[in-house]
């Protein structure tokens, strides 16, 4: 949205931090919150323990080729925005996937087969519920 309104000039790579900052201030003054992104390790934690609220984590994964090849499907087809240079983020998200060191439970999810989204929102609730009590 963002590449949308400035356009794709000089500044598009800065709009990914800017997209993670409004997220982060929303997700301050909401009493729930599911947050999503690519989160990197070393530099996201603080900006998530200043939430001071519980974390669970959802770590997915699958095998590196399988990533590389749904990446470049997304991009040959037109399922990324144009603010993202395919291959250039590739480079440079491949190797900064790991966990994050968050206190709380991590759960970890294999996206290498079809996703039981209801079984992980289930894990997840009772992850939250724990770390909350």
Known sequence: ML??????GPLAEQYGRAAVHVMLGLAARS???VLESFFWPGLSEPELLALHR???QVHCRCDPALARERFERRARVGRRHAVHNA???WDRFSDGGGLLDLPGP???VD???ALDVAGVAR???A???AVSA
Do not use: H, R
């Open 3 to 8: 590449a949308d309104q400035l356009g794709l």
């Open 31 to 33: 009493p729930e919150v």
């Open 54 to 56: 519980p974390l669970v």
């Open 87 to 89: 291959m250039d983020d």
């Open 106 to 108: 991590l759960i970890a």
């Open 111 to 113: 996206t290498s087969t």
């Open 123 to 125: 894990e997840v609730v």
């Open 127 to 129: 992850a939250l519920a």
